[in-house]
């Protein structure tokens, strides 16, 4: 349920409105927008009388949200979410491009993309230190050395890292660590985003291979109940049953998204795709359907990259995909 302030309404009557719901056992979400002051009522609100609560002279108008996300639905919370990262922010007038290798192989490869993808336009590192891999023979990752030289990567180009974490025990290794990825097959590991709903880290949560947006959603929601409001969506494709494409992008999820909540939203096009040539063509539709952002491999030497080569771009690609995209979104912003 949410009630929609009136204008004018004091930081006094606020508080008294908020402390009497709690006092019904409720716990109150304040968001104060552009438009209105809207106050989300999480709990059960059953109890709660709809009339009387709509009669108080500072209320507006009251409603009853139907869907089972709170804290993400934007009727929450009816401005974009703007997400700070470092000395950066994703969502509003943002386009946030997130760039690096799959899994972090080495200092050196790690310094030499970083400082390209700089120079390219990227405003974050990414890189994988702990990663998912499908079968128990392939690369692991290097797990806590990766995050330190992912830190160090960051030391010397200022760019924010983001690593994807796979276990709430290891939470400690990634204290420097600006962004936390969950990663696609962890999308519905409801211990560890209860876990991360605890720390105040910003976590980039990737949607899960088979699972709709309400599903996405519900998951945002396991970490924004826990108090951390700090969520970054990734969109990466979805399986079905075309096997030219890794996955299927489902970027009709971008506008959808944009009305079912305030989260700020980036596309992955490279495990979407998993081609590195398709790579370009749907970062470009990513940018003209309204995504808050990119997030894209990118390898010095795709061909001998220990995960995910062929999907990697070398510099000089991706530095092609961010002119291109940066012309759609001038293209977009006039039209
Ligand atoms: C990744 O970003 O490196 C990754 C493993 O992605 P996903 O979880 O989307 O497969
Ligand atoms: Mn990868």
């Given at each position: 349920m949410i009630a929609v302030l009136k204008q004018g309404t004091t930081e006094k009557q606020l508080e008294n409105l908020s402390s009497w719901l709690r006092t019904q056992g409720l716990d109150v979400h304040i968001s104060k927008g552009s438009a209105h002051t809207v106050v989300g009522l999480i709990g059960d609100?059953?109890?709660?009388?709809e009339e009387l609560l709509e009669s108080l002279d500072i209320v507006d108008s009251v409603k009853r949200i139907s869907e089972p996300f709170k804290s993400a639905n934007r009727k929450f919370h009816p401005d974009d979410s703007i997400i700070k990262v470092a000395n950066t922010s994703v969502g509003g007038d943002s386009f946030t491009i997130i760039a690096g290798p799959c899994s972090v192989e080495s200092e050196a490869q790690v310094m030499e993309i970083a400082k390209s993808v700089k120079r390219s336009g990227a405003t974050m590192l990414r890189g994988g230190a702990f990663k998912p891999r499908t079968?128990?023979?392939d690369f692991q990752g290097l797990k806590a050395d990766g995050i330190e030289i992912l830190l160090e990567a960051k030391k010397e180009t200022g760019l924010p890292i983001v690593t994807e974490i796979m276990n709430a025990n290891h939470l400690p290794l990634f204290e420097k660590v600006d962004v936390i990825q969950v990663g696609a097959r962890n999308m519905q590991n409801f211990e560890l985003l209860k876990e991360l709903g605890k720390t105040n880290k910003t976590i980039l949560l990737k949607r899960g291979l088979a699972n709709t947006l309400k599903e996405f959603l519900m998951s945002a929601e396991y970490i924004m109940a826990g108090g951390n409001e700090n969520i970054i969506l990734c969109e990466r494709g979805i399986r079905t049953f075309e096997t030219y494409t890794r996955n299927t992008l489902d970027l009709s999820a971008v506008p959808m998204l944009k009305e079912l909540t305030h989260l700020p939203i980036i596309i992955d096009p490279s495990h979407a795709t998993g081609v590195a040539r398709l790579v370009k063509p749907m970062a470009m539709a990513a940018a003209a359907c309204g995504a808050d952002g990119l997030m894209i491999e990118v390898h010095n030497d795709p061909k001998h990259a220990l995960c995910d080569g062929a999907q990697s771009l070398t510099p000089e690609a991706f530095d092609d995909v961010t002119r291109a995209v940066r012309r759609i979104l001038m293209a977009v912003k006039e039209l």
């Amino acid at each position: 349920m949410i009630a929609v302030l009136k204008q004018g309404t004091t930081e006094k009557q606020l508080e008294n409105l908020s402390s009497w719901l709690r006092t019904q056992g409720l716990d109150v979400h304040i968001s104060k927008g552009s438009a209105h002051t809207v106050v989300g009522l999480i709990g059960d609100t059953s109890k709660i009388d709809e009339e009387l609560l709509e009669s108080l002279d500072i209320v507006d108008s009251v409603k009853r949200i139907s869907e089972p996300f709170k804290s993400a639905n934007r009727k929450f919370h009816p401005d974009d979410s703007i997400i700070k990262v470092a000395n950066t922010s994703v969502g509003g007038d943002s386009f946030t491009i997130i760039a690096g290798p799959c899994s972090v192989e080495s200092e050196a490869q790690v310094m030499e993309i970083a400082k390209s993808v700089k120079r390219s336009g990227a405003t974050m590192l990414r890189g994988g230190a702990f990663k998912p891999r499908t079968s128990p023979y392939d690369f692991q990752g290097l797990k806590a050395d990766g995050i330190e030289i992912l830190l160090e990567a960051k030391k010397e180009t200022g760019l924010p890292i983001v690593t994807e974490i796979m276990n709430a025990n290891h939470l400690p290794l990634f204290e420097k660590v600006d962004v936390i990825q969950v990663g696609a097959r962890n999308m519905q590991n409801f211990e560890l985003l209860k876990e991360l709903g605890k720390t105040n880290k910003t976590i980039l949560l990737k949607r899960g291979l088979a699972n709709t947006l309400k599903e996405f959603l519900m998951s945002a929601e396991y970490i924004m109940a826990g108090g951390n409001e700090n969520i970054i969506l990734c969109e990466r494709g979805i399986r079905t049953f075309e096997t030219y494409t890794r996955n299927t992008l489902d970027l009709s999820a971008v506008p959808m998204l944009k009305e079912l909540t305030h989260l700020p939203i980036i596309i992955d096009p490279s495990h979407a795709t998993g081609v590195a040539r398709l790579v370009k063509p749907m970062a470009m539709a990513a940018a003209a359907c309204g995504a808050d952002g990119l997030m894209i491999e990118v390898h010095n030497d795709p061909k001998h990259a220990l995960c995910d080569g062929a999907q990697s771009l070398t510099p000089e690609a991706f530095d092609d995909v961010t002119r291109a995209v940066r012309r759609i979104l001038m293209a977009v912003k006039e039209l």
